[in-house]
């Protein structure tokens, strides 16, 4: 497994942008594609955006599509995501997790993601 930590939360006004960080220990990060998920308070945790090991591939939730997104640097085991016009409704704790293997189309499903970091927190004020 690897290990993430998460960075770049903050509070910004609607309509701004963050860049949101996660960065992989581990010598195998390119065996692993890559998603980032959020969780509001009160609701469950969900899919934001996926990233195939090579970058290749990547996949967006319809809330997101557009505006967010997302991209890694296998050589500095980081993956990242870009969040433009922000919402309100965008506010939550952002997780970075690690899906293992190759999957030229990753799985979007939070289970199928075995590794998690301890979430950074987005505020975007109206």
């Known amino acids: 497994q690897v290990q993430l930590v998460e960075s770049g939360g903050g509070l910004v006004q609607a309509g701004g942008s963050l860049r949101l960080s996660c960065a992989a220990s581990g010598r195998t990060f390119s065996s692993y594609s890559m998603g980032w998920f959020r969780q509001a308070p009160g609701k469950e945790r969900e899919f934001v955006a996926v990233?195939?090991?090579?970058?290749?591939?990547?996949y967006y939730a319809d809330s997101v599509k557009g505006r967010f997104t997302i991209s890694r640097d296998n050589a500095k085991n980081t993956v990242y995501l870009q969040m433009n016009s922000l919402k309100p409704e965008d506010t939550a704790v952002y997780y970075c997790?690690?899906?293992?293997?190759?999957?030229?189309?990753?799985?979007?499903?939070?289970?199928?993601?075995?590794?998690w970091g301890q979430g950074t927190q987005v505020t975007v004020s109206s």
């Open positions: 990233i195939s090991w090579s970058g290749g591939s990547t």
């Open positions: 997790a690690a899906q293992f293997g190759r999957e030229p189309k990753p799985s979007q499903s939070r289970n199928n993601f075995g590794s």
